[in-house]
T-cell receptor, first 115, second 116 residues
Framework: NAGVTQTPKFRVLKTGQSMTLLCAQDMNHEYMYWYRQDPGMGLRLIHYSVGEGTTAKGEVPDGYNVSRLKKQNFLLGLESAAPSQTSVYFC??????????????FGPGTRLTVT | AQSVTQLGSHVSVSEGALVLLRCNYSSSVPPYLFWYVQYPNQGLQLLLKYTSAATLVKGINGFEAEFKKSETSFHLTKPSAHMSDAAEYFCAVSEGSGGSNYKLTFGKGTLLTVNP
């Protein structure tokens, strides 16, 4: 199993450009999450999904949109990138049942720079 | 709402010395608690978790943590540091089975440096 994979690994954008980050998991997890990691800030939840076709806002959703058209994929979109969105983005997934839903599996991250 | 405080953004120890990384939490319901480790340029990996069973939890790579409700703490320890332990460590809290919020709230992280 590949686990959680993220595409691309690195990206440089100019202010105002758009892009989509792709997260894929092969563990049949119901729940998926997008986080951003900034120095000294830990991980902050951007958006999450509890199942195919459903998404919800996390702690820092502004400037981002998401879609979960297929159970195994969770897309994070930036419609008009800003320098403040320079960060490392992590996707995670978890089971939906019992205590297992609290254990999240993380992808390797996407390092995004907006100039 | 839950929150996590990790005391010390950077901890430095000598190889073979005790590792102690501190984590305090706040939660309105009985929490579930986690420690994750992040090696350079990698994603986060679960080190150990407390989900209301034994209060002393053992994880991978010789790490353990003790849940102390009276102190609202979940400190991470390892008796003898190894060079390979150098990484960033994150404490995280969830509301546990008593709440509907299964999402994790992370601390800001502690960077562990191990000196030869």
């Amino acid at each position: 199993n590949a686990g959680v994979t993220q595409t691309p690994k690195f990206r440089v954008l100019k202010t105002g450009q758009s892009m989509t980050l792709l997260c894929a998991q092969d563990m049949n997890h119901e729940y998926m999450y997008w986080y951003r990691q900034d120095p000294g800030m830990g991980l902050r939840l951007i958006h999450y999904s509890v199942g195919e076709g459903t998404t919800a806002k996390g702690e820092v959703p502004d400037g981002y949109n998401v879609s979960r058209l297929k159970k195994q994929n969770f897309l994070l979109g930036l419609e008009s990138a800003a320098p403040s969105q320079t960060s490392v983005y992590f996707c995670a997934s978890s089971y939906s049942g019992g205590r297992a839903r609290y254990e999240q599996y993380f992808g390797p991250g996407t390092r995004l720079t907006v100039t | 709402a839950q929150s996590v405080t990790q005391l010390g953004s950077h901890v430095s120890v000598s190889e073979g010395a005790l590792v102690l990384l501190r984590c305090n939490y706040s939660s309105s319901v009985p929490p579930y608690l986690f420690w994750y480790v992040q090696y350079p340029n990698q994603g986060l990996q679960l080190l150990l978790k407390y989900t209301s069973a034994a209060t002393l939890v053992k994880g991978i790579n010789g790490f353990e943590a003790e849940f102390k409700k009276s102190e609202t703490s979940f400190h991470l320890t390892k008796p003898s540091a190894h060079m390979s332990d150098a990484a960033e460590y994150f404490c995280a809290v969830s509301e546990g089975s008593g709440g509907s919020n299964y999402k994790l709230t992370f601390g800001k992280g502690t960077l562990l440096t191990v000196n030869p």
